[in-house]
């Protein structure tokens, strides 16, 4: 597998319409994830399971053969997710979806999806996200536990407020994209500010990257 043609993204998911076929552990993994994202969920199957119909008010649920569903059907949506326990169906259904130029992930099979679904952690700050191209979700998960444990320091998010800030100054006084990243970057790697950074001492961080914007 060409690993090369897939390109990390982050999809704001408010309104697509998203399509999951089969209502098991996938499909409902797949289903809920979507739709605490804010997509407009849809999971056809013959059975769903306890907590999907926990969900019936909030994700449509339709009781349907997946092997009936045409391209027709398929057209309504924007994303695609083929979990039934049949790979054939899953295959098929995937392949129909991407003739119509919709995403489509197929967990059975990455080689056939448009997209991945990584593991990945966010918080109100950032977000990390590790897929190993369905080779190991667990490995995945454990990867994310190593960063949040061994980088994700006081520091590191101390460090990314900071820069926010550094980045509304350099816009305010700096009207040239380029040279608003040279004073990023110059700022970013300055060891006096980056040292304010570790010491806790924020406003002095920020006062620094104004002395550098002013030099």
Known sequence: MNTHTFIPLYLNLIDLNVLVIGGGKVGTKRALNFYEHGAKVTVVSLNFSEELLNYKDKIS???KDANDLDSNFLANFDIIITATNDKNINSKLCHEAKKLKKLCNNPTNIEESSFIVPI???DNELSI?????GKS???SKYIIELIRKNILSDEIYE???VMETVKELLKSEINDPSKRFTYYSKIFNDEIFRNYIKEKKLDLAIDRAKVI???
């Open 61 to 63: 649920l339709i009781k």
């Open 120 to 122: 990945y952690y966010t």
């Open 129 to 133: 996200a590790v897929t190993t191209f």
């Open 137 to 139: 979700s667990l490995s």
């Open 159 to 161: 460090l990314v407020k």
């Open 213 to 215: 914007i002013n030099e």
